[in-house]
């Protein structure tokens, strides 16, 4: 059975940080590109970073880039997502998925207030 099972995510004050992770199991993890995807109250899916497999290549949205870090740690098939300096408006379910939309994770909220 294939599973992605996020953690890590909570509440946050503006400028904290927090570190979310995505457990692999029921396929070869390895060798899929991976996603981070957001989705915040009332508003559709937003692309967050995709990382290659192998994990020499990484991409970041606009909205995040130089705040994210996305990794992998293929001998534990486990994605990562180092989330910095962060705002309200990055308040959303954080889901990890196959880039090709395949596999998604149940998803972890995280809430960024005071």
């Known amino acids: 059975e294939v599973q992605l099972v996020e953690s890590g995510g909570g509440l946050v004050q503006p400028g904290g940080s927090l570190r979310l992770s995505c457990a692999a199991s029921?396929?070869?993890?390895?060798?899929?590109?991976m996603n981070w995807v957001r989705q915040a109250p009332g508003k559709g899916p937003e692309w967050v970073s995709t990382?290659?497999?192998?994990?020499?290549?990484?991409k970041y949205a606009d909205s995040v880039e130089g705040r994210f870090t996305i990794a992998r740690d293929d001998a534990k098939n486990t994605l990562y997502l180092q989330m910095n300096s962060l705002k309200p408006e990055d308040t959303a379910v954080y889901y990890c998925?196959?880039?090709?939309?395949?596999?998604w994770g149940q998803g972890t909220q995280v809430t960024v207030s005071l």
């Open positions: 998925a196959t880039a090709w939309g395949d596999y």
């Open positions: 029921g396929f070869t993890f390895g060798s899929y590109d």
């Open positions: 990382i290659n497999s192998g994990g020499g290549s990484t």
